[in-house]
């Protein structure tokens, strides 16, 4: 009986991440067990180039010695004591001086943490109403299941079983990229419209971006209504500069959410914002959040060590998007070369990949035009030249400060290999 036959008898579709099931690039999905710097092998022995990094934390690599080294005495020092720790005061710290925040509450999630400042803004503002975006993913809390991106647009599930119509009717969506969409709602609702959330750069529907007239504009009718404007920045937090992406637009949101980088690999989330704002939360205030392991000391000394190292050295940044630049050109000159229909999409070091005929990619409605078949044949194609992309043609590629400029000319070798086989 294969592990995957094993998982399915136990774990429902045999994964506990649904996009973890290469369902959609129909394969069943190898299991790994072991990782370094930009080699994962899965367990017969075979080695893949990583392109998924874990979905965006491990910008430093996989396995950097020193901070394994770190990570081994922090594990005999305590895992976790359910008590303040002094750890938990310093990233605090670190984090509102680097994202230009006043306060922070960690968490264990990304979906933990758009969650908790979705009820922040509630109880801050005592409205009910909130906007999100179609193609937006903010995790799998009931009222943001809504035509949401990420697994839920691979399997064709834009809402979910088990939401009640009474928790989604309070959720109010609207295009990305389409201010005068966002404009109309408020008109109707603005009176009882908590916050608006969004992904700045999405990355859960492949990365799409917005304009900048779009986030200024957002950023001025919520200011003008009173709604709270925050940000999930669970994937681009730290991942495509030392911080907060808001700075690349020149505005501030009321509440951020963050996640992945920040806990250095281990499961964390985290929430920050406006003083006033956070100070409504519990104990301080009526607003309650809790969590047994939030803000645990390894993922705290973890997520610390990390923000230190990309803090020292942000010409990690630089290397990251030079190497975006040259996948993003040598994609699309193999594209002309194959006259296969495709588009790049591209913010700094996050891009996309997408197949199909298309004149722009800025909305939900046309990723939706993507071809996810043609997206198939040719993960399983770079997947044989040993390369591993995200199993999904609506994700993001991520790039790590262990691959190489070599390495990029690799994939493009292999990517015009594979399309030339298409």
């Not at 800025?362 to 992309?389: I, N, P, Q, R």
Request: hydrophobic residues 40%; charged residues 25%; negative net charge.
């Amino acid at each position: 009986m294969s592990l995957y036959d094993r998982a399915k008898k136990v774990i429902p579709g045999g994964v506990n991440s649904p996009v973890r099931a290469f369902g959609s690039v129909h394969m069943e999905p190898p299991f790994f067990q072991e990782a370094k710097g930009i080699v994962l092998k899965d367990t017969t022995g075979k080695e893949y180039i990583d392109f998924i990094t874990s979905w965006g934390p491990m910008i430093l690599g996989h396995g950097q010695e020193d901070l394994m080294e770190k990570a081994k005495r922090y594990l005999e020092e305590g895992i976790t004591f359910g008590l303040p720790t002094e750890i938990e005061v310093e990233m605090a710290e670190l984090f509102t001086r680097t994202t230009h925040t006043d306060m922070v509450r960690m968490v264990n999630s990304g979906t933990e943490a758009t969650m908790s400042a979705i009820r922040l803004a509630r109880g801050y503002t005592g409205r009910n109403k909130i906007i999100k975006f179609e193609g937006c993913y903010h995790g799998h809390s009931d009222s943001l299941l809504v035509k949401s991106g990420s697994g839920t647009l691979t399997y064709n599930a834009p809402t979910s079983l088990g939401v009640p119509e009474d928790t989604i009717r309070h959720t109010i969506v609207c295009e990305y990229n389409n201010i005068e969409d966002v404009k109309a709602q408020i008109e109707k609702y603005g009176s009882d419209i908590a916050c608006v959330i969004l992904e700045p750069i999405a990355g859960n529907m492949g990365v799409v971006v917005p304009t900048d007239k779009f986030m200024k504009e957002l950023r001025k009718v919520t200011e003008e209504h009173g709604i709270l404007l925050i940000f999930d920045e669970v994937i681009t937090g730290f991942r495509t500069t030392f911080g907060s992406v808001s700075k690349d637009f020149g505005i501030t949101p009321d509440l951020f959410c963050f996640g992945k980088i920040i806990g250095g690999g281990l499961p964390v989330g985290a929430f920050a914002g406006k003083r006033e704002i956070m100070e409504y939360l519990s104990p301080l205030g009526g607003v309650y959040q809790a969590g047994t392991l939030s803000g645990n000391p390894l993922a705290m000394k973890m997520g610390r060590d990390v923000l230190l190292t990309l803090e020292k050295h942000q010409e990690i940044y630089t290397h990251l998007e030079e190497m975006a630049m040259t996948l993003e050109k040598g994609f699309i000159e193999n594209l002309k070369l194959t006259g296969i229909p495709g588009k790049v999409n591209r913010y700094k070091s996050m891009l996309s990949l997408f197949f199909g005929e298309f004149e722009e990619i800025k909305s939900y409605e046309d990723v939706k035009a993507a071809d996810t078949e043609m997206y198939a044949k040719y993960f399983k194609g770079m997947l044989e030249e040993g390369f591993l992309f995200a199993p999904a043609q609506f994700e993001a590629i991520f790039l790590s400060n262990a691959h190489t400029n070599e390495v990029i000319e690799k994939v493009l070798d292999s990517n015009l290999k594979v399309l030339r086989k298409l």
